[in-house]
């Protein structure tokens, strides 16, 4: 199995780019299957998570091309298929995705229950919710969920979301653009990502209105097209790259960053004392300007802080003076990169859905596991500052969500490398 070295580094200091967002493309390669045409999707990541929603849409019928570097063809006019094979599925929590787009256009889906990083439960039942609220048959079976619309179509109706989940609003949007009437989606998630995927779908004809707003108003269409789109910029992996500044104490300017979409990330460094400038290019980042000190954070959906940047936020926090409080409330079991980040020495103590962090630590390399993608990605940026050598196994994770993550952290300068055991 490949590994992650991470030695002791100097602070960061350079450029770095940040790729399209892997919380953004997979939903919109899965609306892809909505209409009976050809779409184009630009500044598609290099991922693994990409690969594995490749290979499910070849599946289902869809033909895929890379037209330009990062520039992905996707003609959905060949569908065939309903059933999305578990051996894809099991890979990826998003895989679910297709099914709102699959009910919708065909009447009927089958999908396997999702795989994933292995955070707290993580069930669908919203989704369902949202599907048999348009009309849908919804049948657990044998680790699978097969759908099927009525005879003439889902029907839109208002659905109310328990939480703003963003994959259950995602689902929903795409089965209820191409259903008859107006749906309703009340306690919406408002993530970007979510604005991405409805501007995506109204260019293709679709008619979805409110998406930033905890209210979405989708009025069903006959029938959509294709369409251009360019994915949003990744606001969590520019989060990683400006936190793995602040723990090494270097000065980074991190480019393709939509500043309004990491702001909670921006502020929290503020108060620990990092300088994060605005500018035209980018956002600089300077972890070398002052004593940095503890804050306390909560994770929430957006626009609260990023339940996706808990753990590399945690990873600086053990380096700056003073105690921090971190609580998740999006995810029930997020702290499985604790015991890692001890294992390197840092002083993290849970109580529940509560961790207190004893900060200034002198954090040691160690043999870790990435546990999750992001918990990996925290290990990854612990490992910059601690004595020797940190060996992070299971780095498929982080290749799930990182595009060229080596190749990134050493064009800033930190000791970084890839090795097949
Ligand atoms: C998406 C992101 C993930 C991010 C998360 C929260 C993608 C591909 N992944 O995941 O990186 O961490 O949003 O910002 O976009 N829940 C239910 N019932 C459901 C669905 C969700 O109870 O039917 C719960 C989950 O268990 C979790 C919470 O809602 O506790 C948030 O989940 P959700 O917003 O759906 O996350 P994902 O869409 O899976």
Same mark, same amino acid.
């Given at each position: 199995?490949?590994?992650?070295?991470?030695?002791?580094?100097?602070?960061?200091?350079?450029?770095?780019?940040?790729?399209?967002?892997?919380?953004?493309?997979?939903?919109?390669?899965?609306?892809?299957?909505?209409?009976?045409?050809?779409?184009?999707?630009?500044?598609?990541?290099?991922?693994?998570?990409?690969?594995?929603?490749?290979?499910?849409?070849?599946?289902?019928?869809?033909?895929?091309?890379?037209?330009?570097?990062?520039?992905?063809?996707?003609?959905?006019?060949?569908?065939?298929?309903?059933?999305?094979?578990?051996?894809?599925?099991?890979?990826?929590?998003?895989?679910?995705?297709?099914?709102?787009?699959?009910?919708?256009?065909?009447?009927?889906?089958?999908?396997?229950?999702?795989?994933?990083?292995?955070?707290?439960?993580?069930?669908?039942?919203?989704?369902?919710?949202?599907?048999?609220?348009?009309?849908?048959?919804?049948?657990?079976?044998?680790?699978?969920?097969?759908?099927?619309?009525?005879?003439?179509?889902?029907?839109?109706?208002?659905?109310?979301?328990?939480?703003?989940?963003?994959?259950?609003?995602?689902?929903?949007?795409?089965?209820?653009?191409?259903?008859?009437?107006?749906?309703?989606?009340?306690?919406?998630?408002?993530?970007?990502?979510?604005?991405?995927?409805?501007?995506?779908?109204?260019?293709?004809?679709?008619?979805?209105?409110?998406?930033?707003?905890?209210?979405? +108003? =989708?009025? /069903?269409?006959? %029938? @959509?097209? &294709? *369409?251009?789109?360019?994915?949003?910029?990744? $606001?969590?992996? !520019?989060?990683?790259?400006?936190?793995?500044?602040?723990?090494?104490?270097?000065?980074?300017?991190?480019?393709?960053?939509?500043?309004?979409?990491?702001?909670?990330?921006?502020?929290?460094?503020?108060?620990?004392?990092?300088?994060?400038?605005?500018?035209?290019?980018?956002?600089?980042?300077?972890?070398?300007?002052?004593?940095?000190?503890?804050?306390?954070?909560?994770?929430?959906?957006?626009?609260?802080?990023?339940?996706?940047?808990?753990?590399?936020?945690?990873?600086?926090?053990?380096?700056?003076?003073?105690?921090?409080?971190?609580?998740?409330?999006?995810?029930?079991?997020?702290?499985?990169?604790?015991?890692?980040?001890?294992?390197?020495?840092?002083?993290?103590?849970?109580?529940?859905?509560?961790? +207190? =962090?004893? /900060?200034?630590? %002198? @954090?040691? &390399? *160690?043999?870790?596991?990435?546990?999750?993608? $992001?918990?990996? !990605?925290?290990?990854?940026?612990?490992?910059?500052?601690?004595?020797?050598?940190?060996?992070?196994?299971?780095?498929?994770?982080?290749?799930?969500?990182?595009?060229?993550?080596?190749?990134?952290?050493?064009?800033?300068?930190?000791?970084?490398?890839?090795?097949?055991?």
């Amino acid at each position: 199995m490949a590994k992650f070295l991470v030695q002791k580094s100097d602070p960061l200091h350079g450029e770095v780019n940040i790729s399209g967002a892997k919380n953004a493309v997979l939903p919109l390669m899965a609306a892809a299957i909505l209409p009976e045409d050809v779409c184009t999707i630009s500044d598609v990541p290099e991922l693994r998570d990409v690969r594995v929603m490749k290979e499910i849409l070849s599946s289902l019928g869809l033909r895929l091309s890379e037209i330009d570097k990062n520039v992905l063809e996707i003609d959905a006019s060949g569908l065939n298929n309903y059933i999305a094979n578990y051996e894809l599925v099991r890979k990826m929590r998003a895989s679910f995705l297709v099914m709102g787009p699959l009910l919708a256009r065909t009447g009927k889906a089958r999908v396997h229950l999702p795989g994933g990083c292995t955070i707290g439960a993580r069930p669908i039942d919203l989704h369902l919710k949202g599907f048999k609220a348009l009309g849908a048959e919804v049948v657990l079976k044998d680790n699978y969920v097969e759908t099927t619309a009525p005879a003439g179509g889902l029907i839109g109706n208002s659905i109310y979301l328990d939480f703003p989940s963003v994959g259950a609003t995602e689902n929903i949007m795409m089965a209820a653009v191409l259903a008859k009437g107006s749906t309703y989606i009340i306690n919406a998630a408002e993530e970007p990502e979510i604005v991405d995927l409805a501007n995506f779908l109204n260019k293709m004809g679709a008619r979805v209105k409110g998406a930033g707003t905890d209210q979405i +108003k =989708i009025e /069903g269409v006959e %029938k @959509l097209h &294709g *369409a251009s789109h360019t994915v949003i910029p990744d $606001r969590i992996e !520019a989060g990683t790259y400006m936190l793995a500044a602040a723990i090494t104490r270097g000065e980074v300017l991190v480019h393709n960053v939509v500043p309004d979409h990491i702001r909670p990330i921006t502020a929290k460094l503020r108060e620990c004392g990092v300088d994060v400038e605005i500018g035209d290019d980018g956002m600089f980042v300077a972890g070398d300007r002052r004593e940095l000190t503890s804050t306390d954070i909560k994770t929430l959906p957006y626009p609260g802080f990023p339940t996706d940047i808990q753990s590399p936020f945690m990873a600086f926090l053990t380096t700056v003076k003073g105690s921090s409080t971190v609580i998740e409330t999006v995810f029930e079991n997020r702290f499985m990169h604790v015991a890692e980040l001890n294992r390197m020495g840092a002083n993290i103590k849970i109580d529940g859905n509560r961790a +207190k =962090i004893q /900060g200034a630590k %002198k @954090l040691e &390399g *160690a043999q870790v596991i990435a546990t999750d993608l $992001r918990a990996g !990605a925290a290990l990854a940026i612990a490992g910059l500052v601690a004595e020797g050598t940190t060996e992070i196994s299971e780095i498929y994770h982080i290749e799930r969500g990182y595009a060229h993550f080596i190749e990134k952290f050493r064009g800033l300068g930190a000791n970084i490398l890839k090795i097949d055991d």
